[in-house]
């Protein structure tokens, strides 16, 4: 079966930064508060730039102001800095981002390698199963698609790395959020965005809770046509020999060739033979 490996490129992460919601880096809260250590002009620039994937991208120098919560004249001196260095191209009105933004995303997509290991492995399952496989990374309510094999068939799931998606309806993000340590429990379900992608999504902080726990449970995650009409997905996470948490991988099936009955019985055992595989890989 015919299918294309995505490249990642390679960089260095923490792990906690690939597998958990951020606790934090050492500080208490006063001491973040009051850190003389703390650049404020770049975090305003950072947010500028945030901005623009909050929006359908183009926007005036106002709307850049109101999605920052900055004046016009400090929003417009931080996109001519950002202009100026390349990050940012102006036609004197609107303002977007340009590519170069990119190298700043790509250069945490992936740790020591790990997804260099793992992309062989994935190449194997997309082969076997005629599906795409896919690996994903935890950055706070979302998940960042950091390697993926996608299969060429009539109907295929595409995929891009550095993509992103909401947590709450993706099978690698529930994985993800359901294998967070217990005290961070109460907050992913508080801050949990509940908006419904299809009539089939979870709406209800309870209902949602009960998903974790199940996935919990059983250590893997099915979602059905929650995230968009016609698709299934299936994942588990993927640890490093140390237990720690380093993403989770997944297959994407469109429901003209799966029901759910299938991704369990078919798909799981093929997905759990290659995390073995890679974490085999990374022990060594």
Known sequence: ?????????????????????????????????????????????????????NTSRKMTLSEVAAETGMSRATARRFLLTLVRDGYVVTDGKLFDLTPKVLDLGFSVLSTIGVWDRARPFMERLSDQTGETCSAAILDGSEVVYVAGVQAHNIISVGITIGSRLSAVYTANGRVLLAAQPEEYWDGIIKN??????????????????????????????????????????????????????????????PSVRAVPEDMVKIYLPKLKETADQIQRSLAR
């Open 192 to 253: 949990a965005q509940l908006t419904p992608r299809t009539p089939y999504s979870v709406t209800k902080k309870t209902k949602f809770r009960e998903v974790l726990e199940d996935v919990r449970d059983k250590g893997w995650s099915l979602v059905v046509e929650e995230l968009e009409l016609g698709l299934l997905s299936i994942a588990i996470p993927l640890r490093y020999r140390s237990g720690v948490l380093a993403g989770a991988i997944n297959i994407a099936v």
């Open 1 to 53: 079966m015919a299918r294309q490996a995505l490249r990642t490129p390679p960089s260095a992460v923490s792990e906690n930064r690939l597998g958990t919601v951020d606790p934090g880096i050492g500080f208490d809260e006063e001491e973040k508060l009051s850190s003389r250590d703390f650049v404020s002009s770049l975090s305003r620039g950072l947010s500028i730039l945030s901005s623009f994937s």
